[in-house]
């Protein structure tokens, strides 16, 4: 279990395969923050990383924040927050900005 | 339907285990009530297929008959009284996990011999009393995708397992009135690496012809083949044959189609796909039937796969050597190249996917 954050041990997501050392993780968090925050823009949600704790937080508008410790978290916490599931597909998505 | 995929299953399913990264494979046998499973598993571990395998076999009823016909198999388990993917879902975990400490132990005895030698795994070369991969006969009445998902929440059989093939059997005589009534058998159709139609030599050379069309417009990537008694049997080409006219089924009323992203195409990257098919499969989880891909990543070549949503941890390929092939066979470029190619692109495929959508939404959300 993580000291920070208390996230227990678990298998790692799929999504977090792909990287062997800290760097390419650490890499890999911060590209992967801004296409996060290009999917939860239409749903006025934002997400932050600031790399000392495992995990992103995800941020409503009006102050609410949610520590999320991998993508599928992340995804469920913002569908909760949005109050619809965050649809890479639907109109509200790919809406013009 | 992409035409990548049978490449894609050639890697699945042509018998050469490409690394588990240390997970014990798993192949989830199925298809429906008096299907002809056990017949089936009885003639490939008769045939030798399947060594060294450890089968379980599930049956909903509390008379067990399936093992008998099983006696070929090294080691059996029975699960009675009840489909593993529904309400004996407890108990198919618990043996699941049982054959995982099973194996552990067997690889910890073996690791402290002196003379162990690490490469000369699977285990079952040396210790011919242990076994190398688990065989799952389901229930006539069970989703492969529920099982998937059984062993995806569950945090020891996540880590210990990785589901090698799905292998749906249909009944040749009866398949087609399963197929226009039986929700459940469409959904096994579905989630199929490799679909075989048995008794098949009970059905005329068109009709069986029309069922493979069948099968092939609900499974656009499955091996398709036929069966007798658990032999192959020829089947004819379907590619022109007319499928059934399959009437809708709540759920299961749009037909699933494929299509094929290129990863790299515009500059998409691990980082892209990553997020934007988590967020997809979380979205829509229920509309993505399958997802295939091999795509690069720092640590390697990575084969990523999903049954509905639930996504496989992805598992390391080794990395190919073009030079190796081209020399073998210039002509022709050998199988290396044809890894190469199918590097880098994703199939999905689904119901209703409005692939200009989906191609706009790639675009849109994964490349800078």
Same mark, same amino acid.
Request: glycine letters at 8%; hydrophobic letters at 40%.
């Given at each position: 279990? #993580?000291?920070? #954050? /208390?996230?227990?041990?678990?298998? /790692?997501?799929?999504?977090?395969? /792909?990287?062997?050392?800290?760097?390419?993780?650490?890499?890999?968090?911060?590209?992967?923050?801004?296409?996060?925050?290009?999917?939860?823009?239409?749903?006025?949600?934002?997400?932050?990383?600031? $790399?000392?704790?495992?995990?992103?937080?995800?941020?409503?508008? /009006?102050?609410?924040?949610?520590?999320?410790?991998?993508?599928?978290?992340?995804?469920?916490?913002?569908?909760?927050?949005? $109050?619809?599931?965050?649809?890479?597909?639907?109109?509200?998505?790919?809406?013009?900005? | 339907?992409?035409?990548?995929?049978?490449?894609?299953?050639?890697?699945?399913?042509?018998?050469?285990?490409?690394?588990?990264?240390? @997970?014990?494979?798993?192949?989830?046998?199925?298809?429906?009530?008096?299907?002809?499973?056990?017949?089936?598993?009885? !003639? &490939?571990?008769?045939? =030798?297929?399947?060594?060294?395998?450890?089968?379980?076999?599930?049956?909903?009823?509390?008379?067990?008959?399936?093992?008998?016909?099983? !006696?070929?198999?090294? !080691?059996?388990?029975?699960?009675?009284?009840?489909? =593993?993917?529904?309400?004996?879902?407890?108990?198919?975990?618990?043996?699941?996990?049982?054959?995982?400490?099973?194996?552990?132990?067997?690889?910890?005895?073996?690791?402290?011999?002196?003379?162990?030698?690490?490469? &000369?795994?699977?285990?079952? &070369?040396?210790? %011919?009393?242990?076994?190398?991969?688990?065989?799952?006969?389901?229930?006539?009445?069970?989703?492969?995708?529920?099982?998937?998902?059984?062993?995806?929440?569950?945090?020891?059989?996540?880590?210990?397992?990785?589901?090698?093939?799905?292998?749906?059997?249909?009944?040749?005589? !009866?398949?087609?009135?399963?197929?226009?009534?039986?929700?459940?058998?469409?959904?096994?159709? +579905?989630?199929?690496?490799?679909?075989?139609?048995?008794?098949? *030599?009970?059905?005329? +050379?068109?009709?069986?012809?029309?069922?493979?069309?069948?099968?092939? &417009?609900?499974?656009?990537?499955?091996?398709?083949?036929?069966?007798?008694?658990?032999?192959?049997?020829?089947?004819?080409?379907?590619?022109?044959?007319?499928?059934?006219?399959?009437?809708?089924?709540?759920?299961?009323?749009?037909?699933?189609?494929?299509?094929?992203?290129?990863?790299?195409?515009?500059?998409?990257?691990?980082?892209?796909?990553?997020?934007?098919?988590?967020?997809?499969?979380?979205?829509?989880?229920?509309?993505?039937? @399958?997802?295939?891909?091999?795509?690069?990543?720092?640590?390697? @070549?990575?084969?990523?796969?999903?049954?509905?949503?639930?996504?496989?941890? %992805?598992?390391?390929?080794?990395?190919?050597?073009?030079? @190796?092939?081209?020399?073998?066979? %210039?002509?022709?470029?050998?199988?290396?190249?044809?890894?190469?190619?199918?590097?880098?692109?994703?199939?999905?495929?689904?119901? =209703?996917?409005?692939?200009?959508?989906?191609?706009?939404?790639?675009?849109?959300?994964?490349? *800078?």
């Amino acid at each position: 279990m #993580c000291g920070a #954050c /208390g996230f227990p041990s678990r298998p /790692g997501h799929w999504t977090e395969a /792909g990287t062997t050392n800290p760097a390419d993780r650490l890499r890999l968090r911060y590209m992967r923050l801004a296409l996060i925050n290009r999917l939860l823009k239409p749903y006025g949600l934002s997400a932050m990383d600031n $790399g000392a704790v495992a995990g992103y937080q995800l941020m409503a508008q /009006g102050g609410r924040r949610v520590l999320c410790q991998d993508l599928e978290k992340l995804w469920q916490e913002a569908a909760k927050l949005a $109050g619809e599931a965050i649809d890479p597909l639907s109109p509200r998505a790919l809406a013009d900005a | 339907m992409c035409k990548i995929s049978d490449s894609f299953n050639r890697k699945e399913t042509g018998g050469k285990k490409t690394g588990s990264n240390g @997970r014990l494979p798993l192949t989830i046998v199925s298809g429906f009530l008096g299907a002809g499973k056990s017949t089936w598993l009885r !003639h &490939q571990l008769h045939e =030798g297929c399947f060594s060294h395998s450890y089968v379980v076999v599930n049956e909903a009823a509390d008379i067990p008959v399936d093992n008998l016909l099983l !006696h070929k198999a090294e !080691h059996v388990t029975l699960l009675t009284g009840g489909c =593993g993917c529904c309400q004996n879902r407890e108990a198919l975990r618990d043996i699941l996990r049982h054959l995982c400490q099973l194996y552990d132990e067997a690889r910890q005895s073996l690791t402290s011999s002196s003379n162990y030698n690490d490469e &000369q795994f699977p285990l079952a &070369q040396n210790v %011919p009393a242990s076994f190398a991969q688990i065989v799952l006969e389901t229930s006539g009445l069970a989703s492969p995708g529920n099982i998937a998902a059984l062993i995806e929440q569950d945090p020891l059989l996540v880590r210990r397992l990785t589901i090698d093939n799905v292998i749906v059997l249909l009944d040749a005589v !009866h398949g087609r009135a399963q197929l226009e009534t039986e929700t459940l058998v469409r959904t096994q159709i +579905e989630a199929a690496t490799r679909l075989v139609i048995t008794k098949a *030599s009970n059905l005329a +050379e068109q009709e069986l012809a029309r069922l493979g069309a069948s099968l092939r &417009q609900l499974n656009p990537i499955a091996e398709i083949e036929a069966a007798e008694f658990g032999e192959n049997f020829a089947l004819p080409s379907f590619s022109n044959a007319l499928p059934f006219i399959l009437p809708r089924l709540s759920s299961t009323d749009i037909p699933i189609t494929s299509l094929c992203l290129d990863i790299r195409e515009g500059g998409g990257d691990w980082a892209g796909l990553s997020v934007w098919l988590s967020a997809l499969l979380a979205a829509r989880g229920d509309d993505i039937i @399958r997802v295939k891909g091999v795509v690069a990543t720092p640590t390697g @070549r990575l084969l990523l796969q999903s049954v509905r949503h639930i996504v496989q941890p %992805p598992e390391i390929l080794p990395e190919i050597d073009l030079t @190796r092939d081209m020399t073998r066979d %210039p002509a022709t470029h050998g199988s290396a190249s044809i890894d190469a190619a199918t590097d880098d692109h994703l199939i999905l495929l689904g119901r =209703g996917l409005d692939e200009a959508r989906i191609r706009h939404s790639w675009r849109r959300f994964t490349l *800078s």
